[in-house]
C-alpha cells in the first residue's frame, strides 16, 4: 500500500492526492486508537487487563476490641486472596456514660463507620459479631434493622456472607451465635459461606480456643481480659482468604 499514490476519496476527500500522514491517521481509525496503534501496533487484548477485584465489606461491632482484632486478621486474608476489603464499624448505640463505667476504650476513630445505605456497593460481606447471652450484640442487631429498605428492593439478594464472632467462655455462643444470626441472611436472601473444617486449627486440641465450622472466633474472657490467641487470629486469616476464593469463584 503507497499512501502518496492513493487517490480513494477516504483519502482525499476534495479529490487531491492524500499525504502519507493523512492516510496513516484513515489507517488508525479502522485498525484502533491512535494510542494503541502507537504502542503496540494492534488493538488492545482485553484478556490482558487485571480482574477487577471483588469488594468485601467486615462489618463488625467490638467494644473491648477483640473482634477488632479478628476483623484486622480477616482483612489481611481476603487482600491476600485477591479481594479489596473495608473494614467498618457499626455505630455505638450505648450512652457515652455507661461505657466508660463499663471501662470500654474509645473507639478507633481510622475505620469509618457503617452506613447501611451504602452495603449495595459493596460484593460480599464478613459480618464480626460480639456475643451477647448467645446472641448477637444489640449494637449489630440495630445496624441491621436499620436495612428494611435494601430488603424491600432485594438489594443484598445474592451476596455472600460470613460471620465471626467472640464470646466470654467455651460455651458462651460460639455456635448459637451464628445460628441466630442466619436469620439476618437469610431474610436478605444472602448466601452463607461457613468456613466448615478447611483449616486444620479448628481440630486443636492442645489448647482453649474458639472457632467453629461457622467462622472464626475467640474467648474474650467472662471479664474481657482474655485476648485472641495466635491460633485464633491465624484461624479469622485464614477465614478473609477462604472466604475470598468462594467469593472469586463465585463472580466469575
Known amino acids: 500500500f503507497n499512501p502518496a499514490a492513493s487517490h480513494h476519496p477516504a ?5 487531491r492526492p492524500a499525504t502519507p500522514s493523512a492516510c496513516v491517521r484513515i489507517l488508525m481509525l479502522c485498525c484502533g486508537s491512535s494510542k494503541d496503534v502507537a504502542t503496540s501496533g494492534a488493538p488492545s487484548d ?13 462489618i463488625f461491632y467490638s467494644m ?17 486472596a485477591g479481594c479489596e476489603a473495608t473494614l467498618l464499624q457499626v455505630p455505638e448505640t450505648l450512652p ?28 460480599a460481606f464478613l459480618f464480626g459479631v460480639p456475643t451477647r447471652f448467645g446472641m448477637a450484640a444489640a449494637q449489630m442487631k440495630a445496624f441491621l434493622d436499620a436495612t428494611g429498605g435494601l430488603w424491600m428492593k432485594g438489594a443484598l439478594v445474592g451476596k455472600p456472607a460470613g460471620l465471626f464472632f467472640s464470646t466470654a467462655t467455651q460455651g458462651g455462643g460460639q455456635e448459637t451465635t ?4 442466619l436469620t439476618q ?10 468456613i466448615g473444617y478447611s483449616s486444620p486449627l479448628l481440630m486443636n486440641m492442645d489448647e482453649i480456643h474458639g472457632g467453629s465450622p461457622y467462622g472464626a472466633g ?4 467472662p471479664d474481657g481480659s482474655r485476648a485472641p490467641s495466635d491460633l485464633e487470629k491465624s484461624l479469622a486469616k485464614h477465614q ?9 469463584k463465585l463472580a466469575a
Open 11 to 15: 483519502c482525499s476527500p476534495v479529490g
Open 46 to 58: 482485553p484478556q490482558t487487563e487485571p480482574p477487577v477485584m471483588p469488594k468485601v465489606a467486615v
Open 64 to 80: 473491648y476490641g477483640h473482634v477488632k482484632t479478628l476483623a484486622a486478621e480477616i482483612k489481611a486474608g481476603l487482600e491476600e
Open 96 to 123: 457515652a456514660e455507661v461505657l466508660e463505667k463499663m471501662s470500654a476504650p474509645p473507639k478507633d476513630e481510622s475505620i469509618e463507620i457503617a452506613d447501611a445505605h451504602t452495603l449495595p456497593e459493596y460484593d
Open 178 to 181: 451464628a445460628f441466630t444470626f
Open 185 to 194: 441472611l437469610s431474610h436478605h436472601g444472602m448466601i452463607f459461606v461457613p
Open 218 to 221: 475467640c474467648l474474650a474472657a
Open 240 to 248: 478473609g482468604s477462604y472466604f475470598a476464593g468462594v467469593v472469586k
